[in-house]
């Protein structure tokens, strides 16, 4: 008797199914997804040093191999233009052909040109280098298949990205004070490319392909083998039955299909606040150099009037007054860290979108109105911490809000837009800083509070719901779309 009822039991879990988002849920947080956020926050270090090499080799460059401003400003903006077409572009090849390969790629692709550039003999080569590496957007593509894993309540945890980005921003200053006085500035490259090295070879023999990548494109068996693995790793098991299977999607990573009814008008929302939020960031990332400068404010050693500019370039190295300058740029984001884990649970993303972005604009408009050196320094820390909140719950909203077969080109598109943003940044606050310190602060203050309403036009709110398959969504939404119209 009791043989039978466990055979009878048997049966009927192998006549069961689960769906994909029940195991997420069954298997929970554990060891694979600690292991995931250590190569995702290394992955951040090291694009961290990547990005801010320029801002680092700089005085080396002018010094050593006769670079002039104009020169360093278009290396630091080569950086960012091709990302405008590589993070669509790599988005959508990640909808279309998984997000495992196309990280493997990026992450040789970044590690190959950054590695190059140690032995560039003049600044033609440097300034190609620049560009072919910066298209790579590896970081963005990890992200968005780390979040493939996670149940809705330990979401929150993408926004520890923000803080392995701060903890590489310190460390780019530290490191270029250790290693250029003794051994030049390619030894700083050089330690850029270990870095991308180890997040090579880490995510070739740890990363797995997304179970809902599998799951969308009718792999379900392949899908269950992932969830497997992740189960074991984190000494659970998946629910009784098996994955249930769900209608093929041919059109992953299109473009157009963000604009379909049930999508248009979040595209639409997140495209603009992903412009007016990374502008703002890069606007005072880049421009808080020039802010204290033209705020009477001097962090600089005064140098003898006698030297010539290369002179100069050469005797400025890092001291401690400048030193503390690029410190609070780097670390002062942490405020806003803890915070926001926080907030994103209690009151929603749209909320925290809206309060960060509040916050952000007040820091804008007090720097226009203080110059002294203590409330500078405040609100300074308070517009970098805040302007960096806005980019990271972004970033974490478009995942979520997204389904799985246009989440990449989705993400890839917005940043794309967003790097249209960041390109531009240093005209209001480089160049316009110098010729006029309130109408450059004031054009960060009005884009921050467009940041801060949008937010409030009854967004959709994604904290606690599932991550959504494409097919299922879409056509429920679609069939209440057309059914509304057909009643009007």
């Given at each position: 008797?009791?043989?039978?009822?466990?055979?009878?039991?048997?049966?009927?879990?192998?006549?069961?199914?689960?769906?994909?988002?029940?195991?997420?849920?069954?298997?929970?947080?554990?060891?694979?997804?600690?292991?995931?956020?250590?190569?995702?926050?290394?992955?951040?270090?090291?694009?961290?040093?990547?990005?801010?090499?320029?801002?680092?080799?700089?005085?080396?460059?002018?010094?050593?191999?006769?670079?002039?401003?104009?020169?360093?400003?278009?290396?630091?903006?080569?950086?960012?233009?091709?990302?405008?077409?590589?993070?669509?572009?790599?988005?959508?090849?990640?909808?279309?052909?998984?997000?495992?390969?196309?990280?493997?790629?990026?992450?040789?692709?970044?590690?190959?040109?950054?590695?190059?550039?140690?032995?560039?003999?003049?600044?033609?080569?440097?300034?190609?280098?620049?560009?072919?590496?910066?298209?790579?957007?590896?970081?963005?593509?990890?992200?968005?298949?780390?979040?493939?894993?996670?149940?809705?309540?330990?979401?929150?945890?993408?926004?520890?990205?923000?803080?392995?980005?701060?903890?590489?921003?310190g460390t780019r200053f530290l490191l270029g004070a250790a290693v250029i006085p003794w051994l030049g500035w390619r030894s700083y490259v050089a330690c850029t490319?270990?870095?991308?090295?180890?997040?090579?070879?880490?995510?070739?023999?740890?990363?797995?392909?997304?179970?809902?990548?599998?799951?969308?494109?009718?792999?379900?068996?392949?899908?269950?083998?992932?969830?497997?693995?992740?189960?074991?790793?984190?000494?659970?098991?998946?629910?009784?039955?098996?994955?249930?299977?769900?209608?093929?999607?041919?059109?992953?990573?299109?473009?157009?299909?963000?604009?379909?009814?049930?999508?248009?008008?979040?595209?639409?929302?997140?495209?603009?606040?992903?412009?007016?939020?990374?502008?703002?960031?890069?606007?005072?990332?880049?421009?808080?150099?020039?802010?204290?400068?033209?705020?009477?404010?001097?962090?600089?050693?005064?140098?003898?009037?006698?030297?010539?500019?290369?002179?100069?370039?050469?005797s400025l190295s890092f001291n401690i007054d400048s030193f503390m300058l690029l410190s609070i740029a780097s670390f002062g984001e942490l405020v806003g860290v803890?915070?926001?884990?926080?907030?994103?649970?209690?009151?929603?993303?749209?909320?925290?979108?809206?309060?960060?972005?509040?916050?952000?604009?007040?820091?804008?408009?007090?720097?226009?109105?203080?110059?002294?050196?203590?409330?500078?320094?405040?609100?300074?820390?308070?517009?970098?911490?805040?302007?960096?909140?806005?980019?990271?719950?972004?970033?974490?909203?478009?995942?979520?809000?997204?389904?799985?077969?246009?989440?990449?080109?989705?993400?890839?598109?917005?940043?794309?837009?967003?790097?249209?943003?960041?390109?531009?940044?240093?005209?209001?606050?480089?160049?316009?800083?110098?010729?006029?310190?309130?109408?450059?602060?004031?054009?960060?203050?009005?884009?921050?509070?467009?940041?801060?309403?949008?937010?409030?036009?009854?967004?959709?709110?994604?904290?606690?719901?599932?991550m959504e398959d494409f097919t299922r969504l879409i056509e429920e939404e679609e069939t209440e779309f057309i059914n509304q119209q057909f009643q009007k």
């Amino acid at each position: 008797m009791v043989y039978q009822s466990t055979q009878d039991r048997d049966v009927s879990a192998s006549q069961s199914s689960y769906k994909l988002d029940d195991a997420i849920n069954h298997i929970d947080f554990g060891r694979f997804h600690i292991k995931f956020l250590c190569l995702v926050g290394l992955t951040y270090m090291a694009t961290a040093c990547d990005v801010g090499m320029i801002s680092v080799i700089g005085p080396s460059l002018k010094c050593y191999m006769g670079f002039d401003s104009l020169q360093i400003g278009l290396l630091s903006s080569a950086y960012f233009l091709p990302r405008i077409i590589g993070q669509a572009k790599f988005g959508e090849f990640a909808d279309r052909f998984g997000r495992r390969p196309i990280i493997m790629l990026l992450n040789v692709w970044h590690f190959f040109y950054v590695f190059l550039i140690i032995f560039c003999p003049n600044s033609f080569w440097l300034m190609l280098l620049r560009l072919v590496s910066g298209a790579s957007v590896s970081r963005r593509v990890m992200v968005g298949l780390f979040s493939e894993f996670l149940k809705p309540q330990h979401r929150k945890l993408l926004i520890l990205q923000q803080l392995f980005w701060i903890i590489g921003s310190g460390t780019r200053f530290l490191l270029g004070a250790a290693v250029i006085p003794w051994l030049g500035w390619r030894s700083y490259v050089a330690c850029t490319a270990i870095l991308y090295f180890l997040v090579m070879i880490i995510s070739w023999s740890f990363l797995p392909e997304s179970a809902r990548f599998y799951n969308v494109t009718g792999q379900v068996h392949m899908a269950e083998k992932v969830l497997q693995k992740v189960a074991r790793s984190n000494n659970s098991s998946l629910p009784p039955g098996r994955l249930e299977k769900l209608k093929e999607q041919k059109r992953r990573g299109r473009l157009m299909e963000l604009f379909r009814p049930a999508y248009r008008w979040v595209t639409i929302r997140v495209w603009l606040l992903f412009f007016c939020g990374i502008f703002t960031y890069y606007g005072i990332y880049v421009g808080s150099t020039d802010l204290v400068q033209v705020s009477g404010v001097s962090f600089m050693n005064e140098r003898n009037e006698s030297m010539n500019d290369l002179e100069a370039s050469c005797s400025l190295s890092f001291n401690i007054d400048s030193f503390m300058l690029l410190s609070i740029a780097s670390f002062g984001e942490l405020v806003g860290v803890p915070l926001n884990i926080w907030l994103v649970e209690r009151v929603g993303r749209p909320y925290t979108l809206s309060l960060n972005s509040f916050i952000s604009a007040l820091s804008f408009l007090m720097m226009a109105f203080f110059t002294g050196k203590v409330m500078l320094t405040f609100w300074l820390v308070g517009a970098l911490a805040f302007t960096a909140g806005i980019f990271t719950i972004l970033h974490m909203y478009a995942l979520e809000v997204y389904p799985t077969s246009l989440r990449g080109i989705g993400v890839g598109s917005s940043m794309a837009v967003g790097m249209v943003g960041a390109a531009i940044s240093p005209l209001a606050t480089q160049v316009l800083m110098h010729k006029n310190r309130e109408s450059a602060l004031f054009i960060l203050t009005a884009t921050s509070a467009i940041c801060c309403l949008i937010p409030l036009t009854h967004m959709k709110e994604t904290r606690g719901e599932n991550m959504e398959d494409f097919t299922r969504l879409i056509e429920e939404e679609e069939t209440e779309f057309i059914n509304q119209q057909f009643q009007k």
